[in-house]
């Protein structure tokens, strides 16, 4: 099981960058995929970002390819998000979240473990 809490959210200027960051506890964080997934109000959650349990895989949805940048330090049990060029169209609550999987999956459904979100806002 995991447990994770998100951070790093908060308001920015668009064109902007905000890093958060998902602090996890559990023994099998290490065995788990992590991905990222936001939501704006009244709209469905989207996948944003995930990696394999390694960090060696990748994936990304295409609204933030090229400018978000998912990475993990298992050390110390911590995913992130790095995003850059930020974009009003990016403002929503941002949620970590861990798949019992090795693999990267961008399927809200297979991924067992949420955080609280964390709020992102973008200004024009």
């Known amino acids: 099981q995991l447990q994770l809490v998100e951070s790093g959210g908060g308001l920015v200027q668009a064109g902007g960058s905000l890093r958060l960051s998902c602090a996890a506890s559990?023994?099998?964080?290490?065995?788990?995929?992590m991905g990222w997934f936001r939501q704006a109000p009244g709209k469905v959650r989207e996948f944003v970002a995930s990696?394999?349990?390694?960090?060696?895989?990748?994936r990304y949805a295409d609204s933030v390819k090229g400018r978000f940048t998912i990475s993990r330090d298992n050390a110390k049990n911590t995913v992130y998000l790095q995003m850059n060029i930020l974009k009003p169209e990016d403002t929503a609550v941002y949620y970590c979240?861990?798949?019992?999987?090795?693999?990267?999956?961008?399927?809200?459904?297979?991924?067992?473990?949420w955080g609280q979100g964390t709020q992102v806002t973008v200004s024009s």
């Open positions: 559990g023994r099998t964080f290490r065995y788990s995929a």
């Open positions: 990696l394999s349990r390694g960090g060696g895989m990748t």
């Open positions: 979240a861990g798949a019992g999987a090795a693999w990267a999956t961008t399927v809200l459904d297979e991924y067992d473990y």
